[in-house]
């Protein structure tokens, strides 16, 4: 079952979906950013079919199914879109192990794929898997492998 946590942030109101998300002082994060225009099309690419018991996003990741090892093992986070607003990436990732000198390259990374501001991500917290850059999954773009803030605590989403 997915847990829900809001952001403490005042001014976002933002819901990370993730089971037991894991991540070890120093490691690395895939991160993709992207943006959606109605939530129909976000659960399309990220729910589970019940008929195929995966999602297409798995399936783009190259995992078979969407099943405890994606989620737990791989520590996959997804943030749900807020449709009413556009935030700097700065309050996109807040709360997330993204580290302040990374934010600009992520920015311009986006938008060489993206005229679209960002509402949505997706962190895959297991810097062993490799994923070509510029790479599209569903309506998100790949943007890289990043070290994690060390002072980041995943117990919090």
Known sequence: VLSAASSPCPDLNLIHYTRSLKMKHNEKYHLWLGHYDSMEEYDKYIDIDGTTQTSQLAIDLGFPYRDKELDEVYGLTCLQPDFRY????????????????????????????????????????????????????????????FDGDKSFDAGLL
């Open 86 to 145: 556009s935030f700097p990436l700065s309050k996109l990732f807040f709360d997330m192990p993204v580290l302040e000198k990374d934010i600009e390259s992520i920015g311009d990374i986006y938008r060489r794929y993206s005229d679209k501001p960002p509402n949505t991500y997706i962190f895959l917290f297991n810097g062993r898997l490799q994923f070509q850059s510029g790479g599209v999954f569903g309506k998100y773009f790949y943007i890289g492998l």
